[in-house]
């Protein structure tokens, strides 16, 4: 018999002065058998980080982990294209390039202690992409970040001046990720 996923519920308070953007979400996550905490969690930070305004179409978490063609997090617009593919982990350089196919933006979120190492090893090709935007998280702060997960949370996020503080009430994580690569500019 096949493992369920574990339901989570997160109530997330978001504070992002560099966007201008401030907000509570209810959420609910399903975490896959094979997914740990610190991925959960990872997840649920990207969220924080992309979330919009009302005037926008909906950030939504997709079926990553039992649908291999779905991101993490994306935003589709009212006629179904992906404007914002988001992915957490170390995902094979092949499927970053279909995804920077099949969305008009791509973000990468890599964690963990060998995060380095895989963009050692990937980035020439994915230099290339230029609608991919890769960000490291701290091995540290990722891990700390797990230590929150809970079946019911209640955290906040406030990011300013690149700084970010993600937290639950009781102890907060304080990160600054790193930008490995930004998005080739627009052309018009």
């Known amino acids: ?16 002065m560099d966007r ?3 907000g509570t979400h209810a959420l609910t996550l399903a975490q896959h058998p094979s997914e740990n ?3 959960m969690m990872v997840r649920l930070l990207a ?5 919009q305004g009302e005037d ?8 990553a982990m039992t649908d291999m063609d779905e991101p993490d997090l994306w935003r589709r617009s009212l006629v179904g294209e ?9 995902p094979e350089e092949k499927w970053l390039r279909k995804a920077s196919h099949r ?3 791509v973000v990468l979120y890599l964690y963990g202690r060998n995060a380095s190492l895989w963009w050692t090893q990937n980035h020439g090709p994915l230099d290339k992409l230029g609608n991919l935007s890769v960000w490291q998280i701290p091995a540290e702060a990722s891990a700390a970040m797990a230590l929150r997960a809970r079946r019911t949370m209640k955290l906040q996020c406030t990011v300013q ?14 990160l600054e990720l790193t930008q490995l690569k930004a998005p080739a500019a627009a052309r018009y």
């Open 1 to 16: 018999m096949a493992l369920k996923s574990t339901i989570f519920k997160a109530e997330l308070q978001i504070a992002d």
């Open 20 to 22: 201008n953007h401030y």
């Open 37 to 39: 905490d610190e991925r």
């Open 47 to 51: 969220f924080a980080l992309h979330s």
């Open 56 to 63: 926008r179409e909906p950030l939504s978490f997709a079926n």
């Open 82 to 90: 992906i404007e914002l593919w988001v992915d957490v982990g170390q």
């Open 103 to 105: 969305s008009r933006e």
């Open 161 to 174: 001046d690149g700084q970010v503080w993600f937290g639950d009430g009781e102890e907060t994580v304080a």
